[in-house]
């Protein structure tokens, strides 16, 4: 008798379900595959003097890879001339910029320095000139590996000050278009520059 209630039970509520799939994954036609997005290098320059400062973060996007590699570079800046304080948030695009791609290859050839020993301290300070910090992979380094360089007035300084009068006109409020999306901006807030620009 209990058998029989069983299945009429059974008959009643009707075949099990099939389950049902957690993930839909859509036909091959639709799927696409993620541009890679690296940040490659980070500067931040900061200081002056006599009146004039400058606080400002540049990081440099390297968004695809091989012939169709995109730069895009973003900064906030931030600018104090006697007491007139200026700020700006703004964007680069390597499709309609050519300096930018020179600007990156002399990276590499910013000569390399070491710490002075004991018998060879520092020669002096100068104190109105910003401070240039450049972040970014050690040459045949492990993924991971970074390399900070930092100066006031030596050749990383150098490499930045010719950057930026090479890249002047190129600077735009509006953000870059690449391959169907927006890059997910890495310098939107304060607090979001904190956290980039550590080392």
């Given at each position: 008798?209990r058998?029989?209630?069983?299945?009429?039970l059974?008959a009643?509520?009707?075949?099990a379900?099939?389950p049902?799939?957690?993930?839909?994954?859509?036909?091959?036609?639709?799927?696409?595959?993620p541009?890679?997005?690296?940040?490659?290098?980070?500067?931040?320059q900061?200081?002056g003097?006599?009146?004039?400062?400058?606080?400002?973060?540049?990081?440099?996007?390297?968004?695809?890879?091989?012939a169709?590699?995109?730069?895009?570079v973003?900064r906030?800046?931030?600018d104090?001339?006697l007491g007139?304080?200026?700020?700006?948030?703004?964007?680069?695009?390597?499709?309609?910029?050519p300096?930018l791609?020179?600007?990156v290859?002399?990276?590499?050839?910013?000569p390399?320095a070491s710490?002075?020993?004991?018998s060879?301290?520092p020669r002096?300070?100068?104190?109105?000139?910003?401070?240039?910090?450049?972040?970014?992979?050690?040459?045949?380094?492990?993924?991971?590996?970074v390399?900070?360089?930092?100066?006031l007035?030596?050749?990383?300084?150098?490499?930045?000050?010719?950057?930026?009068?090479?890249l002047a006109?190129?600077?735009?409020?509006q953000?870059?278009y690449?391959?169907?999306a927006?890059?997910?901006?890495r310098?939107?807030?304060?607090?979001?520059?904190?956290?980039?620009?550590?080392p």
């Open positions: 008798m058998s029989l209630t069983l299945l009429a059974v009643a509520v009707g075949p379900s099939a049902r799939p957690s993930v839909i994954i859509p036909p091959a036609e639709e799927r696409v595959s541009i890679p997005i690296r940040t490659t290098y980070r500067v931040k900061q200081g003097g006599l009146g004039i400062f400058v606080d400002e973060a540049v990081v440099f996007h390297e968004v695809g890879q091989g169709k590699r995109v730069w895009l973003e906030r800046r931030r104090d001339q007139q304080v200026t700020f700006r948030y703004e964007w680069i695009d390597g499709r309609t910029c300096a791609e020179e600007v290859s002399r990276i590499g050839a910013i390399p710490i002075a020993g004991p060879a301290p002096g300070w100068v104190s109105d000139t910003p401070e240039v910090t450049l972040m970014g992979p050690t040459a045949d380094g492990l993924l991971g590996d390399m900070l360089l930092r100066d007035n030596g050749p990383v300084s150098h490499w930045w000050r010719a950057s930026q009068k090479a006109t190129c600077w735009k409020s953000q870059p690449v391959e169907n927006y890059l997910r901006p310098l939107a807030t304060a607090q979001d520059e904190v956290e980039v620009m550590r």
